[in-house]
């Protein structure tokens, strides 16, 4: 009975979350790297650097699956909503595990779904969505293992001195495979590795006496993690996907794109300007939690007291992230703050717990006989309180994160290729790229137009971009959309131009000729 009501908690809490996203879901293609996730899913295409070869293999299920619900794009978006969903279920039986209060894990499910930054996660195609849902799922899978390690019932050392061969050892061979996952999918799970070697050391500080438990969950995580990233190699080489990003199928490449040398300089003077970063983490944090945000220190204070291993992991795990994205400069990176987020509400929750104890004591101290019928209905008003301040926020973060009217990327894209002459050549940048590959090679649309990013020219040798300009003019129409203020100049200075959308070459543009020729 107890495990149907969890489940059916953990259930209504995805659904809500699910509901939230579908509510505020980009209806098609985007910009950006958006668009370029969009595009990799559904043909099992590589991506750009890190690869996300888990998200891509997840895409690219996902997009078969939900075939009924819509074109690619939206499928690519739906699956960030059902990821989002499933990390606020799984919320719900963590915070049970770690508090016994259903009710509180409720709370901390809805409070996750319903926080700024994974609301907006959920509404398109996303690879924080899926490391948001898999280092929730690798959290449970750890607290259920600590939970079988000190069970009462666990047998004891054997006549040879082994270490006990728990019953949850299973748990933390299936936590080293969602771990190997995790890692196929972002490279944020890197930051978790010593958090989760601490914590494991501290469930089970004789864990290194037990070789086959060892060798099984590295060699679970080594061949996860080998099998999700031969995605690579394999669709860039003997079973080409129509989009690759890069050369991966060579071990040159592969490195680039794995160990993201393109954004090796992205880190930048970790440990300056602390005070300012830390400032920033407090907005972030009162951004996120409201009012709630004052309460997440002394939340981890009293997890600290009350589950002092997972404060080792969620604390460590938490501290290494933030402190590693405060100093890093490229993207949006309130993303990456998502896991620690799951992890302070897990604090506030068994904060809640803790204040449900006192309440449950002082009622036994007032009317002894009517406690523990009370200890119910106490667990549920605090649980109220604990999601009452997200409640009235909810309008306003549903406008701020609603994408459901967003279709500035499907409108010019199909105004683009509309406006192109057969057989044409598009020198883009990758913002107008990706949608163009989406419309292209997804959709099928205008299989006769080139389309020549700055990564085309980099793997294939192209030259610069008045090289490829003057290797196609007068063999074939020939557009332009650039970004940078230099490209726009040089291109003005350079070239006779048609302006189809705009003044200057930053918006569509036609090349006509070399000026004076």
């Not at 300007?273 to 009293?302: C, H, N, W, Y």
């Not at 589950?307 to 590693?324: S, W």
């Amino acid at each position: 009975m107890v495990r149907r009501q969890r489940l059916a908690a953990s259930l209504l809490v995805g659904l809500i979350g699910l509901g939230a996203g579908w509510l505020a879901l980009l209806p098609g293609v985007a910009f950006w790297d958006t668009g370029e996730l969009q595009a990799v899913g559904p043909l099992m295409g590589t991506a750009h650097p890190t690869g996300f070869p888990t998200y891509v293999l997840l895409g690219w299920f996902a997009s078969v699956v939900l075939q009924p619900l819509g074109e690619p794009a939206f499928r690519m978006n739906l699956l960030s909503a059902i990821c989002v969903a499933v990390a606020a279920g799984v919320t719900v039986d963590l915070v049970h595990r770690l508090t016994g209060r259903l009710a509180l894990g409720l709370a901390a499910g809805i409070g996750l779904a319903l926080m700024p930054t994974a609301w907006a996660m959920a509404t398109h195609a996303e690879t924080h969505t899926v490391h948001l849902a898999l280092v929730a799922i690798l959290l449970w899978l750890l607290v259920a293992w600590d939970e079988r390690v000190r069970a009462p019932s666990a047998p004891e050392e054997d006549a040879a001195g082994d270490a006990p061969r728990h019953r949850g050892d299973r748990y933390l061979v299936a936590a080293a495979a969602v771990f190997g996952l995790a890692l196929g999918n972002h490279s944020l799970t890197i930051l978790l590795v010593i958090p989760v070697v601490l914590y494991v050391l501290a469930v089970d500080p004789g864990i290194w006496r037990r070789g086959r438990l060892v060798a099984s969950c590295v060699g679970v995580l080594a061949l996860t993690v080998v099998l999700v990233y031969l995605e690579l190699p394999l669709r860039a080489g003997p079973f080409r996907a129509p989009l690759v990003y890069g050369t991966p199928d060579t071990w040159e490449g592969f490195k680039y794109i794995v160990l993201a040398e393109q954004f090796r300089d992205s880190l930048t003077d970790p440990f300056g300007e602390m005070p300012r970063k830390l400032g920033d983490l407090v907005t972030r944090t009162t951004t996120q939690f409201g009012s709630l945000a004052p309460l997440i220190p002394i939340g981890f204070i009293v997890t600290a007291v009350r589950r002092p291993r997972y404060a080792l992991l969620t604390g460590t795990a938490a501290a290494i992230t933030c402190f590693l994205a405060a100093s890093y400069v490229n993207a949006d990176i309130s993303r990456y703050y998502l896991g620690p987020a799951l992890m302070a509400w897990t604090w506030l929750a068994i904060l809640a717990a803790a204040v449900v104890d006192l309440l449950v004591r002082l009622a036994a101290y007032v009317d002894p006989a009517t406690a523990r019928t009370r200890a119910g209905m106490i667990a549920v008003i605090v649980a109220v309180a604990l999601v009452v301040p997200t409640l009235p926020e909810v309008p306003a973060r549903h406008a701020a994160v609603d994408a459901s009217h967003q279709v500035d990327a499907a409108n010019w894209t199909a105004h683009a290729l509309d406006v192109m002459e057969p057989d044409a050549a598009i020198v883009s940048w990758w913002s107008y790229s990706t949608p163009l590959w989406y419309a292209q090679r997804v959709e099928g649309k205008r299989p006769d137009i080139e389309i020549i990013d700055d990564r085309t020219r980099l793997d294939e040798n192209l030259g610069g971009l008045t090289d490829v300009i003057d290797a196609n003019l007068g063999k074939r129409p020939v557009y332009v959309i650039r970004t940078d203020p230099n490209e726009v100049r040089q291109l003005a200075g350079l070239y006779d131009l048609e302006y189809i959308d705009g003044r200057d070459a930053r918006t569509l543009t036609r090349v006509i000729g070399r000026k004076g020729s």
